[in-house]
C-alpha cells in the first residue's frame, strides 16, 4: 500500500500570506497526485490533479509542484474563503489520502 | 448538471446491514469509473472501493474487503454499497465520487451517513 505523510497538520496563518503544504508518498507515484479542500460540512473540493494541474474554476492563487515522491500545495496569498482542510491524495495505485492539513486564522 | 447523490444511510446496529446508493445525472455514466470514499467523524478521507467503468474492476479497501460489496446498473446510471457485518468503526459519511480511468475524482456527491451504534 502507498501511503501519504502531509505536513504541518494544521496551520496558523492571515489573510495576504503565502502557505505551503507538503505531502510525501511512500514510493514512486509519478505525477499521479491531487489536492482536494474541504470545508466543514461539505465534500472535498478538486483543486490540483496531476500534481500540478490547476482545475476549470480553481483561483490561479493555488498551485502544485513536484513529482515521484515529494510534492507541495502553495497558496500564494490566503483569502478568507481558503481556509479550510487541504488533503493530497495518490491514484497511481488505488486512491490513498494525506491525514489532511487544516488551514486556521491566525 | 453533474450530479451525484447518495442515500441510503442511517442507523444500524452492530452486526446488521445497510446498501448505499449513488446516482449520477447530467454525464455519461458507463465512461467513469465510480469511488467510495468515507469520512469518520473528525476524521480524514479513506477510500472504500470503486467500480471501474468497464466492469471488470471492483477493488476494496482492506478495512473493508469480505464485508463489503460494490456493484453497478448502468441502465440505472447507479453505484451501489452492500455492507455487511458492519462494526462501530464504519461510521462514517460515506461518499461517492467519480473519475476517468485511473484518474482521480473530479466531481463528488454530498454524502449520506451511516451511523453504527447500539
Known amino acids: 500500500d502507498i501511503q501519504m505523510t502531509q505536513s504541518p497538520s494544521t496551520l496558523s496563518a492571515s489573510v495576504g500570506d503565502r502557505v505551503i503544504i507538503t505531502c510525501r508518498a511512500s514510493q514512486s507515484i509519478s505525477s499521479r497526485l491531487a489536492w482536494y479542500q474541504q470545508r466543514p460540512g461539505k465534500a472535498p473540493k478538486l483543486l490540483i490533479h496531476q500534481a500540478s494541474s490547476l482545475e476549470s474554476g480553481v483561483p490561479s492563487r493555488f498551485s502544485g509542484s513536484g513529482s515521484g515522491t515529494e510534492f507541495t500545495l502553495t497558496i500564494s496569498s490566503l483569502q478568507p474563503d481558503d481556509f479550510a482542510t487541504y488533503y493530497c491524495?495518490?491514484?497511481?495505485?488505488?486512491?490513498?489520502f494525506g491525514q489532511g492539513t487544516k488551514v486556521e486564522i491566525k | 448538471e453533474v450530479q451525484l447523490v447518495e442515500s441510503g444511510g442511517g442507523l444500524v446496529k452492530p452486526g446488521g446491514s445497510l446498501r448505499l446508493s449513488c446516482a449520477a445525472s447530467?454525464?455519461?455514466?458507463?465512461?467513469?469509473?465510480i469511488n467510495w470514499v468515507r469520512q469518520a467523524p473528525g476524521k480524514g478521507l479513506e477510500w472504500v472501493s470503486s467500480f471501474g467503468s468497464d466492469d471488470s474492476f471492483t477493488p476494496h479497501a482492506d478495512s473493508v474487503k469480505g464485508r463489503f460489496t460494490i456493484s453497478r446498473d448502468n441502465a440505472k446510471n447507479s453505484v451501489y454499497l452492500q455492507m455487511n457485518s458492519l462494526r462501530a468503526e464504519d461510521t462514517a459519511v460515506y461518499y461517492c465520487?467519480?473519475?476517468?480511468?485511473?484518474?482521480?475524482?473530479?466531481?463528488w456527491g454530498q454524502g449520506t451517513l451511516v451511523t453504527v451504534s447500539s
Open positions: 447530467g454525464f455519461t455514466f458507463s465512461s467513469y469509473n
Open positions: 465520487a467519480r473519475s476517468l480511468h485511473s484518474g482521480t475524482g473530479d466531481f
Open positions: 491524495q495518490q491514484y497511481r495505485y488505488y486512491w490513498t
